[in-house]
């Protein structure tokens, strides 16, 4: 840790014009990002910052400036969610501070500002397939949401020490490189005579299940069963020039790509199988190979109509969009600041899943990492330079008991996808779920406004990420915070024992 890059830092200075209801007329926001001493994937990341800071919202007139600085930090690079969940996270903490202003919760704002079908966002994209209403309304419902912010609430009333918190949030994640030449994918398909097919194609399995999606994808379309198809290793002597395993996009460009040289056997072998309908694949192999037809087949896909011009605003920035809601409920220890995830709901539009066991594990997977990106993974520095929390002594990933108690999670089904061209109407989700573990946040951060508010105290809340339990113990301003307050006279020429960034 104390030489590799972390996730990019960012520091987001806004103002926002809005009318008394809270609805967004105009925002002018510059977001600067902690890109440590070289460039590395800063500018990408930086790319999608901007282009993921609307979220889900009309923002009105809109100016959004972004800016690399150099430190002199590690160089910072890649992570899942690739700068768009530091984005999204900027315009939300503004949210809640424009509902506190206007004497609203950020669930109603975050409904009042919502995109609606066929809306233009900032970087001039249509959203089409835009289904965020509907699961924000469906979820909504399905969390019992309204009932449970009365029964929080309640609890609050009657509980000094210990606060509850609720929190409603929606996602929406671009999909494709930023870059056009990656996005494209390449697949080798052989057909052996015994019925067996194997399957190379340029993606990485790391676990999330892109080998399956794949065989599942080369058995659909040779029409062949699932346990007739083998996966060789990833290697470019079989998938040469391949792109990244990143993006979200891996199972949108390699399925399509073995998807394209299945169907190309499948063409091969069509006469053989139209001449013995009852025939064992096996068998139509076999004679196809004894008439001396190839039995192997290449395939290639490169994402259509994306292409984005950055200096003149113009073209397709995101192939689709994958989009989520989630309802995070906290309870809140204001002594300590200790916390417990009680409840979480995450409801999905996925588009017609390859695999729901796998993507909902992935949700799961994403959702728990961006709880802990918001809540626990701080990163201090001392005074000089070294990293104060390294290993997992001082730097604090999530645990068996910060994973919610209750973890519901659904995927919205049954939709028609009138612009989706993806692999049988499938959409990446590796990355789009990360920034509904955020809602964790911002539950807690509902729960520091109930003790503020037993206190007496109505300044407004402002609470960076992550929200560690020093942070939300200060932030519950009472007799004993005050008290070991230390006046701003005292800190003049004081070293600190350790820098946040």
């Known amino acids: 840790m104390r030489t590799s890059g972390q996730r990019h830092p960012f520091l987001g200075r806004w103002t926002v014009g809005f009318d008394d209801a809270g609805r967004l007329l105009a925002l002018r926001m510059h977001v600067f990002s902690n890109g440590g001493f070289s460039h590395d994937l800063s500018v990408g990341v930086l790319e999608r910052a901007v282009s993921h800071v609307d979220n889900c919202y009309r923002l009105g007139a809109s100016e959004i400036v972004g800016r690399i600085a150099r430190t002199n930090t590690q160089s910072n690079t890649a992570f899942r969610g690739f700068g768009g969940c530091q984005g999204m996270f900027l315009l939300e903490s503004m949210l809640c501070e424009v509902a506190e202003a206007v004497g609203r919760t950020p669930e109603q704002l975050r409904a009042l500002n919502m995109y609606r079908a066929g809306d233009v966002t900032p970087f001039a994209q249509r959203l089409n397939d835009w289904n965020v209403p509907l699961l924000w309304e469906r979820l909504s419902a399905s969390s019992a949401f309204a009932e449970r912010r009365a029964a929080v609430d309640a609890y609050n009333a009657s509980s000094r020490h210990r606060k509850r918190g609720l929190a409603m949030l929606p996602t929406k994640f671009g999909i ?216 997992p002594g001082n730097y604090k990933i999530p645990s068996a008991m910060d994973i919610p108690r209750d973890f519901r999670v659904a995927l919205l089904e049954g939709l028609p996808y009138d612009s989706l061209k993806t692999i049988y109407s499938s959409k990446g989700i590796g990355e789009p779920p990360l920034f509904l573990g955020a809602s964790v946040f911002f539950a807690l951060r509902d729960a520091v406004l109930a003790a503020r508010r037993q206190q007496g105290v109505d300044a407004p809340l402002h609470i960076e990420s992550p929200a560690t339990p020093e942070i939300l113990r200060m932030a519950c301003v009472d007799q004993i915070v005050d008290r070991v307050a230390i006046p701003a006279a005292q800190k003049e020429g004081k070293i600190l024992f350790a820098v946040r960034i």
Not at 213 to 230: D, H, I, N, R, Y
Not at 292 to 311: E, N
Request: proline share 3%; hydrophobic share 40%; aromatic share 10%.
């Open 176 to 391: 494709s490189f930023g870059v056009k030449f990656l996005n494209q994918g390449m697949a080798l398909v052989h057909v052996y005579t015994d019925g067996s097919v194997l399957v190379a194609h340029g993606g990485t399995e790391m676990g999330q299940g892109l080998h399956t999606k794949m065989t599942q994808v080369a058995a659909e379309t040779l029409g062949v069963p699932l346990s007739s198809v083998f996966i060789s290793e990833t290697a470019t002597n079989t998938a040469a020039n391949t792109s990244p395993t990143a993006a979200s996009a891996s199972s949108d460009l390699n399925g399509f790509a073995v998807h394209n040289a299945c169907a190309v056997l499948a063409e091969r072998l069509r006469p053989y199988r139209e001449r013995a309908p009852d025939a064992s694949f096996a068998q139509v192999a076999r004679t196809a190979y004894l008439d001396r037809v190839s039995l192997t087949a290449a395939g290639h896909y490169a994402t259509p109509d994306i292409g984005f011009d950055w200096q003149r605003g113009t073209g397709q920035l995101y192939f689709y969009f994958t989009q989520g809601a989630a309802v995070a409920e906290v309870e809140l220890d204001t002594l300590t600041g200790a916390h417990t995830t009680r409840r979480v709901d995450i409801l999905m539009d996925v588009g017609k899943s390859l695999n729901k066991a796998l993507d909902i594990g992935q949700i799961e997977g994403a959702f728990t990492q961006g709880q802990g990106w918001t809540t626990t993974e701080e990163f201090l520095y001392f005074p000089r330079g070294p990293l104060f929390t390294q290993g």
